[in-house]
């Protein structure tokens, strides 16, 4: 068998791991464009998510990249992030200009414009935007592909196929996806909630025994 027929079989065999749907999508550019650029490495569920909760009530309006960017000007990118001045607060000023100087003011034409592979290099010139990220702001907007971040490479650890490189993980994960008849992005989330939901202790220890193989993203 090669690397994805292993993980498709562990998937298919194990007692516990289930298919669950993919992410909602926000349809709110500062939701959409805050998450993507908060998520990378920070703990999701006690970090990110509610700070995302709180954004979409403080800023309702903010569902264009133009009305987004009037906020980040008013209040500043850190505030509106709930996060201290440093990296991820420009990260997103950066985000804000690239897609307003390329008209990009919706989901939907977000979508359209990350399709593009010259506009996902455009993107990954921004600091702090690397592959991980790049392809997770395409699954927030309803593109299927596969972002893979430390419970990714765990899962593939655990099912036998270790591996610390981005586009080997990716390659094998979306040929896992085909083989077992999901969408990537389903399996995508589906992996993360599965390592995700784990207890920490359980987890802590899993991560203690396959740091080599996580690298920074």
């Known amino acids: 068998m090669n690397k994805a027929e292993t993980v498709a079989v562990y998937i298919q065999t194990h007692p516990t791991f289930v298919i669950v749907d993919s992410m909602e999508r926000y349809h709110h550019m500062g939701a959409t464009l805050a998450d993507a650029v908060l998520q990378r490495g920070i703990d999701y569920k006690s970090v990110v998510a509610p700070r995302i909760k709180r954004l979409l009530a403080a800023y309702s309006q903010?569902?264009?990249?133009?009305?987004?960017?009037?906020?980040?000007?008013?209040?500043?990118?850190?505030?509106?992030?709930?996060?201290?001045?440093?990296?991820?607060p420009q990260t997103m000023t950066a985000l804000i200009n690239l897609l307003l100087e390329n008209g990009v003011e919706t989901e939907d034409e977000l979508k359209a414009w990350l399709e593009r592979p010259d506009n996902i290099r455009l993107l990954q010139r921004i600091k702090g935007i690397k592959d991980k990220t790049a392809d997770y702001l395409q699954i927030l907007v309803g593109i299927q592909t596969i972002a893979v971040d430390m419970h990714l490479f765990d899962f593939l650890a655990e099912a036998g196929v270790p591996t610390s490189n981005y586009a080997e993980a990716h390659k094998i994960l979306r040929e896992t996806a085909a083989l077992i008849g999901v969408e990537p992005a389903k399996l995508d989330h589906s992996i993360w909630r599965y390592r995700s939901e784990r207890p920490a202790k359980r987890r802590s220890a899993k991560l203690c025994q396959r740091s080599k193989f996580s690298p920074a993203l």
């Open 62 to 88: 903010a569902t264009t990249t133009s009305a987004f960017a009037r906020v980040v000007a008013e209040l500043g990118a850190a505030r509106v992030l709930d996060w201290s001045e440093g990296q991820k």
